[in-house]
C-alpha cells in the first residue's frame, strides 16, 4: 500500500496575527492552494492509492466555498485514489459544515462522529471525526479490530497523552491504549510539529502541519509519504512549505542611530523562500519604535519587527546620585519594581529614555 499522509493544511486561515503587512495573508493563502495542487499531481504522477487527511483541513470560521470547490476539483483529478477524512477541532462534522453540505467527489470519504470502518480489498479503514470544536469522549478506547489479517489504518485528529486542561479538550489519547489495539498505521493529526521515524518501525504518526503557520512553526513542513504491508513499513517526509518562518537575532549594542539601525536591518542576508522575524536585542542607546521601521522600504520578507533590547542605563547605580538624575532613577526603578506585566515594563523604559534625555 502507498499513501500520503497529511493534516493541519488549515485552508483559508487569516494569518492576521504574523505581521502588520495586510498582504502576507493572502501570499500565505495562495501558497496552501499551491501547495495542495503539487500533492495531488505528486499522487497523480506516481499512482498513490490512498490520500490520509488527519483533520484542519480548513478552518471553518473562514472557509469560503471557493476554496471547498477548488479542493474539490483537485480531488476528482485523482479518481483511483482514495481519499479518507477525519475532521479535526478546527473543520468539525457539524450540522452545517461543507463536509455535511457539499456534495464531494465520489473517491472522498468524509469520517463523523461514530467511530466508521471502511472495509477495501487490502485494509480496513477506521477513522472518527469531530462533530464540534472539543472533543473528549471519542470512544477510541472501545474499539476493535475486526480482521487483523488485513492491513488496519486508523485515522483521526487528536493529542497523544494530553498533560493539561488544553491539551484534553481535543481528543487526548493514551499511547500506550493506542500501541495495544493492533493497527499497522496510525494517521493523527493536530500537532503541527512532524514526529515521525524517531523510533524503529514508528507507525503513530503525526505529519505536522502541511505549510509553516507561524514563527512557532520553524523549519521544514510538509507531508508523509508512505509504503506499507503487514511486514514492512517505510516512511519518508516531503517537504511542501514554500514560505517558511525564520528568526533573526540582530544586536543593537553597537547600534547608535535610528539610521544605523535601518542599515544594519537591510544589510541582512535574507533567503526569498524565507518570511522573517527580526529580534532587536541588547542594550539601547536610543529610542526604538518598530512601527516606524516599517517606512524605510525594508525587505519584503522581513514580516515582523519586535524590540526585545533593553535601556542602556545602570539604574541602581544612578539612583545613589544626589542629582535630579539620580532621583528619577530612584523613582524609576521602584516603578519598575512595582510593574505587573511585561507591556508596563516596556513603557516605563521607555519613560526612562526621555526623561534621561531631558535631564541630559
Given amino acids: 500500500m502507498k499513501f500520503i499522509h497529511l493534516a493541519d493544511m488549515h485552508f483559508d486561515s487569516c494569518f492576521s496575527n504574523l505581521s502588520d503587512n495586510k498582504t502576507l495573508g493572502n501570499k500565505k493563502r495562495l501558497e496552501q492552494r499551491e501547495v495542495f495542487k503539487k500533492i495531488i499531481e505528486y499522487i497523480k504522477e506516481n499512482n498513490i492509492s490512498y490520500l490520509f487527511i488527519s483533520g484542519d483541513l480548513y478552518e471553518n470560521e473562514h472557509i469560503q466555498e471557493t476554496t471547498i470547490e477548488y479542493i474539490n476539483r483537485l480531488f476528482i483529478q485523482i479518481p483511483n485514489t482514495k481519499i479518507f477524512i477525519s475532521p479535526g477541532n478546527h473543520d468539525p462534522f457539524t450540522k452545517n459544515s461543507y463536509y455535511n453540505s457539499y456534495n464531494w467527489a465520489s473517491n472522498v470519504k468524509i469520517f463523523g462522529p461514530e467511530i466508521e470502518k471502511v472495509s477495501l480489498e487490502e485494509a480496513d479503514i477506521y477513522g472518527y471525526g469531530f462533530d464540534d470544536f472539543y472533543c473528549t469522549d471519542s470512544k477510541i478506547e472501545e474499539l476493535e ?30 499511547k500506550a491504549m493506542l500501541e495495544s489495539k493492533g493497527f499497522d498505521y496510525i494517521a493523527l493529526g493536530h500537532i503541527h510539529k512532524a514526529d515521525y521515524n524517531t523510533t524503529k518501525d514508528q507507525y503513530i504518526v503525526y505529519p505536522g502541519s ?73 542594550k539601547r542607546h536610543f529610542e526604538i519604535n518598530t512601527y516606524d521601521l516599517y517606512n524605510y522600504e525594508l525587505n519584503e520578507n522581513i514580516i515582523k519587527i519586535k524590540n526585545k533590547t533593553t535601556i542602556n542605563y545602570d539604574l541602581e547605580k544612578l539612583s545613589n546620585e544626589g542629582t535630579l538624575r539620580g532621583l528619577f532613577a530612584k523613582e524609576m526603578l521602584n516603578k519598575m519594581k512595582e510593574a505587573k506585566t511585561q507591556e508596563e515594563l516596556e513603557i516605563l523604559e521607555n519613560a526612562i529614555e526621555i526623561g534621561m534625555e531631558v535631564i541630559n
Fill in 210 to 282: 502541511t505549510i509553516s503557520m507561524g514563527f512557532d512553526e520553524i523549519g521544514e513542513h510538509g507531508v508523509i509519504y508512505g509504503e506499507l504491508t503487514k511486514e514492512h513499513i517505510k516512511l519518508e517526509f516531503m517537504s511542501m512549505s514554500k514560505l517558511n518562518f525564520e528568526e533573526i537575532k540582530l544586536d543593537c549594542s553597537e547600534c547608535y542611530s535610528k539610521e544605523e539601525l535601518i542599515e544594519n536591518i537591510k544589510g541582512l542576508e535574507l533567503n526569498k523562500d524565507r518570511l522573517y522575524k527580526i529580534m532587536l536585542t541588547d
Fill in 145 to 174: 479490530i475486526e480482521d487483523k489479517n488485513k492491513l488496519n489504518i486508523l485515522i483521526l485528529h487528536g493529542t497523544l497523552d494530553g498533560a493539561n486542561i488544553e491539551e484534553k479538550q481535543y481528543n487526548s489519547m493514551n
